[in-house]
């Protein structure tokens, strides 16, 4: 009799691949509500960013605040039990639509910089640091990377046509990789299509791009952050929310 192969549940797809795909986390009446959110926040201000290319909020929830009640839902809150049984913060919270046509390309890279409160310059291990419109930033060490999760939850359905993440399986096990070698990395990318309501799992060191869109429709995507480190004496997540 043969043998059933369990697929690996998303936690550990997380850990062997850098991410993970899951087709279905908001409802369509979610979906529609945080669509419906969005769309009624002002847009004004240093958060947003909006070109023929890109719109983006950044700080998404201290703009939207309505859409937190929203976003942690139950099915939210049990994922992210599995992910951090220990409990967890929301650490970033960004918008992003790469608008039908959009010609916003993103090259390859890792998600190398935090957001905190501060600057704390001669903290062993964090640095460089950035600073622009008030954000301070600051790459932290590896290990703070390593506990990060981003939940990029898409509100359209989403192609290799509309700028679907390109990602290298299994990259984020080898640290901060030299910008020098990325290219040399990448032949074995695969494209993450994500219907509308899916969301994709990935770790920060996991190697990523996008391309421009050659479609007719959106790719909207709300992403989110966690992680269940604290930040040493003196240095404090910029965005961070208790769940
Ligand atoms: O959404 C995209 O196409 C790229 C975003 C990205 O690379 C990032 O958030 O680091």
């Given amino acids: ?17 850098g991410f993970a795909l899951l087709p279905q986390l908001y409802t369509a009446a979610e979906v529609a509500a945080l669509l419906r959110c969005i769309e009624a926040a002002p847009a004004a201000g240093p958060n947003f960013r909006r070109s023929q290319d890109v719109f983006a909020i950044r700080n998404l929830l201290g703009e939207v605040p309505a859409l ?10 049990g994922l992210l039990g599995e992910l951090f049984p220990a409990g967890c913060h929301l650490t970033k919270a960004i918008y992003f639509d790469k ?32 600073a622009k419109a008030g954000w301070v930033a600051v790459q932290p060490p590896a290990a703070v990377l390593e506990n990060i999760v981003t939940v990029r939850l898409h509100l359209d359905d989403c192609d290799a046509t509309n700028g679907a993440l390109k990602v290298v399986p299994g990259s984020h096990l080898g640290g901060m990789v030299p910008p020098e070698t990325i290219a040399a990395r ?17 770790k920060p060191l996991l190697l990523h791009a996008s391309n421009r869109s050659t479609s007719d429709r959106p790719r909207r995507v709300i992403h989110l952050e966690f992680s269940d480190a604290e930040l040493p004496e003196g240095l404090a997540w910029r965005e961070k929310r208790e769940m």
């Fill in 1 to 17: 009799m043969p043998v059933a192969v369990s697929p690996l549940a998303p936690t550990a797809k997380l850990s062997a691949l």
């Fill in 68 to 77: 937190w009640p929203l976003l942690a839902t139950p099915t939210l809150r």
């Fill in 99 to 130: 608008p039908a046509g959009s010609n916003w390309l993103v090259a390859w890279h890792q998600d190398l910089m935090i957001n905190v409160d501060r600057r704390a310059a001669d903290l062993p291990g964090f640095g460089p640091w950035t």
């Fill in 186 to 202: 990448t032949t074995t990318a695969t494209v993450c299509a994500v219907p509308a309501g899916g969301a994709m799992l990935m």
